[in-house]
């Protein structure tokens, strides 16, 4: 299978979106615990892992998609600008969390506002799968 064919089919797209959003739902209700208990040293850990979560497993989706489907399905192009804006707020929100050195109103309204982002980007993006690639990678059929 390509790595277009991977990306391409509905079920296996779904799946890698959510074991990404599991993972970032369950470390943001950590970090707003955290945050409301005064725990500020665990709360700058999760902060920290949640941007490492974003950078290594969901920019890296979002660049693959770029690569190797967005430029095969051409309507899904209108979803290059919620990439950026992932990049943009996982920066953001980094060099906050780096120059302040704890978990800043400003750090929080960027995850908060990523994660908001994703939900609807990963709707969007399924929705666009089902119209445009539903028969892209289609496997051959049996032979009778
Ligand atoms: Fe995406
Ligand atoms: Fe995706």
Do not use: F
Request: glycine share 4%.
């Amino acid at each position: 299978m390509s790595s277009l064919c991977g990306l391409a089919k509905v079920e296996t797209h779904q799946a890698i979106h959510n074991s990404v959003t599991a993972d970032l739902d369950a470390a943001m209700r950590l970090l707003r615990s955290s945050l409301q208990a005064g725990r500020h040293s665990e709360a700058y850990e999760l902060a920290g892992a949640i941007l490492a979560i974003w950078s290594e497993r969901e920019l890296w989706h979002a660049q693959a998609e770029e690569a190797e489907l967005y430029r095969h399905i051409p309507a899904m192009s209108a979803l290059h600008r919620d990439h950026d804006l992932m990049a943009q707020w996982v920066t953001e929100a980094r060099t906050a969390l780096e120059r302040e050195d704890t978990v800043s109103a400003l750090v929080m309204t960027r995850l908060e506002a990523l994660s908001i982002l994703l939900d609807t980007h990963n709707v969007q993006e399924l929705e666009h799968l089902r119209i445009s690639a539903g028969g892209t990678c289609a496997s051959p059929a049996e032979p009778g």
